[in-house]
């Protein structure tokens, strides 16, 4: 379809068009979407946000001197955050702002590290190896060394006493997760903390996950270490409000301990004929839409609504990793400590497991293996999730049945193509061609995901994100009509 006709279309086609569009796309309701969405299922919210949305769409945030609206509820979020994942307490004298989403706050969060360093010619970032990739992202946009320290096998946690062997003369940053996504593990963060505050060095908490859950899992019972500005050392802590907090796309909030410490996260320049121009956050003109949409959500749901959602996740999440467990051949790879259910399998192949478990209406997010640690399947659990867990159990068990009557078959030439491929010369056709014989639907995407992870597990990362990088590049073609 075309964006541009030559005349305009009536608006109700327009919605009709857009729900057409929509229709392919994965559930982002009814709890059986394990990744990507996270969903209250509180009757009305969607209304209340997408009205909340519409007053605000067209603020723009460039400048909060014109639209103080925008200014007061940042800092009511910026407040809101503080307190939840650190007390009310350490919350004060915190300041922070309110970004796009996890990536931004990491981006902003190494580069305020980076910034507070102009001395050095290789400023250096530690993470674990189960840090978010975006920590990846971050160094390879802002040109920061990454050095990577391996996880316990068994128990997925970084030792404190690894991260501060990491430390160098070039470290601007220590970072660590609360919890890491892979698996849902809280890291030792009080001792990272205190390695990084000894060297002097920033120490960053990435609670975009989970820091708005980990909170309310403690008020109800759980062992819940804290994890914010309450542990000396803390320098930033970042909190996805479009997670845990249930709020539309596009909301994160980035916590500095203080303000000196976010001074080098700001961008000022007034060196031009225009406006000066004053940022503390990557874009420029934002919309008011996600923020306004974010402080209606934390308004309407409110501390005790939180609370009651946090009870439904957890009982939620423990009743799919008693499914799990009740499944011979699958193994819980740690036992659940937040939102988290992850479970490794070889015998059935997880890949087909996950592709059967889609085609019953599951969909999970397959991890690909990262020696030692194997392949897994990982569910994100929302409060949504907490009505169908009595299903899950029965659709597991058929799932595995199912995946291991029919194991899929990669065929060779297929897998020879993808060993042999030289990431330097790959192209569009090179893809298309591979994309083809991996029986890719017309649409460019593909049927069995199965033979996708297959392959890409044969390779080594690097080699894996050459591949992907190519693939989107490809999906990312419009087409071009003659004039
Ligand atoms: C989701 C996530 C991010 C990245 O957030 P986006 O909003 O997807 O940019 C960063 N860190 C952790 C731990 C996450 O779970």
């Known amino acids: 379809m075309t964006a541009l006709p030559d005349r305009g279309v009536p608006a ?8 057409a569009l929509r229709g392919r796309d994965l559930p982002t ?9 996270y969903d209250a299922a509180v009757p009305g919210l969607d209304q209340l946000t997408a009205s909340a949305y519409a007053l605000a769409a067209h603020v723009n945030g ?14 009511d979020l910026v407040a809101a955050a503080a307190q939840v994942t650190s007390g009310a307490e350490a919350a004060a004298g915190v300041v922070g702002n309110v970004t796009s989403g996890g990536t931004e706050s990491l981006l902003l969060a190494v580069k305020a590290a980076r910034d507070a360093h102009p001395d050095l010619a290789t400023p250096r970032l530690v993470v674990p190896a189960s840090a978010h990739a975006a920590f990846a992202k971050a160094a390879q946009y802002l040109r920061v060394a990454l050095d990577v320290v391996e996880i316990d096998p068994a128990t997925l946690l970084p030792d404190p006493a690894a991260m501060a062997a990491a430390i160098t003369a070039d470290t601007v940053l220590v970072a660590c997760s609360a919890p890491a996504y892979p698996y849902g593990v809280i890291d030792p963060v009080a001792e990272i903390a205190a390695v990084a505050a000894d060297a002097g060095v920033r120490c960053h908490v990435d609670a975009c996950f989970g820091g708005w859950l980990l909170p309310y899992l403690r008020r109800l019972g759980r062992p819940i270490p804290p994890f914010g500005f309450e542990l000396p050392g803390v320098t930033s802590v970042s909190v996805d409000l479009h997670k845990y907090a249930y709020a539309p796309k596009g909301v994160s909030v980035l916590l500095h301990r203080d303000a000196s410490l976010r001074r080098p996260q700001y961008f000022g320049f007034a060196g031009w004929p225009g406006y000066p121009l004053l940022n503390a956050t990557v874009a420029s003109t934002r919309s008011g839409g996600p923020v306004a949409g974010a402080w209606a959500t934390l308004r309407h749901l409110g501390d005790d609504g939180y609370l009651r959602l946090a009870e439904r996740t957890w009982s939620a999440v423990t009743g799919l990793a008693a499914a799990v467990s009740t499944v011979d051949g699958l193994r819980l790879l740690a036992e659940p400590q937040t939102s988290v259910v992850v479970f490794t399998c ?18 999970t997010q397959p991890q690909l293996p990262y020696p030692p640690l194997p392949a897994s399947i990982h569910l994100s659990v929302t ?17 595995v049945a199912a995946a291991r009557a029919a194991p899929i078959q990669v065929p060779p030439e ?43 597990a044969t390779l080594p990362p690097e080699r894996r994100a050459a591949l992907l990088v190519e693939f989107l590049s490809l999906l990312q073609t419009p087409a071009h009509r003659p004039a």
């Open 414 to 456: 297929l897998a020879a193509a993808v060993a042999d491929l030289d990431p330097a010369t790959l192209g569009p056709e090179t893809m298309a061609g591979l994309a083809a014989a991996a029986g890719f639907g017309p649409d460019g995407l593909p049927e069995s995901m199965a033979i996708v992870n297959t392959l890409l």
């Open 62 to 75: 460039l400048d909060p001197t014109a639209f103080p609206s925008l200014l007061a509820m940042e800092n």
């Open 383 to 399: 409060a949504a999730v907490a009505d169908q867990v009595a299903e899950f159990g029965p659709a597991l068990h058929d799932a």
């Open 12 to 19: 109700e086609q327009v919605l009709a068009e857009l729900g």
């Open 29 to 37: 309701h009814g709890g059986r979407l394990f990744a990507y969405v």
């Open 346 to 363: 070889t015998d059935p192949d997880p890949y087909v497991l996950a592709d059967q478990l889609a085609a019953r209406g599951w969909h």
